[in-house]
């Protein structure tokens, strides 16, 4: 079973930055590839990024691609969204993800699943 624990949230000024982390409770962290979704009000949950199992390959959505960078400390069980130059349509409730298999970009396909965790952006 896969426990997911998001913290790093808030709320902050457009152009501010914000890291978010994800702390994993599996037994070998390494085994799986980490994303990073979010769900805005009255919206789908929409893929961020996703990044594998060593962290040799990243992925972004087009929205966030050059502003969010994506990363994983394998001794820390711990996966990393660091995001700059926030915009208020960034707000939405970030969720991590996880998979034994590179994550799928449809957030229906994915397995385990964070509380998730709110980002503000005011303008």
């Known amino acids: 079973q896969v426990q997911l624990v998001e913290s790093g949230g808030g709320l902050v000024r457009a152009g501010d930055s914000l890291r978010l982390s994800c702390a994993a409770s599996v037994r070998i962290f390494s085994s799986y590839c980490m994303g990073w979704f979010r769900q805005a009000p009255g919206k789908d949950r929409e893929f961020v990024a996703a990044i594998t199992w060593s962290g040799q390959s990243k992925y972004y959505a087009d929205s966030v691609k050059g502003r969010f960078t994506i990363s994983r400390d394998n001794a820390k069980n711990t996966v990393y969204l660091q995001m700059n130059t926030l915009k208020p349509e960034d707000t939405a409730v970030y969720y991590c993800?996880?998979?034994?298999?590179?994550?799928?970009?449809?957030?229906?396909?994915?397995?385990?699943w964070g509380q998730g965790i709110q980002v503000t952006v005011s303008s």
């Open positions: 993800a996880a998979d034994t298999s590179r994550i799928n970009s449809i957030a229906r396909y994915v397995k385990n």
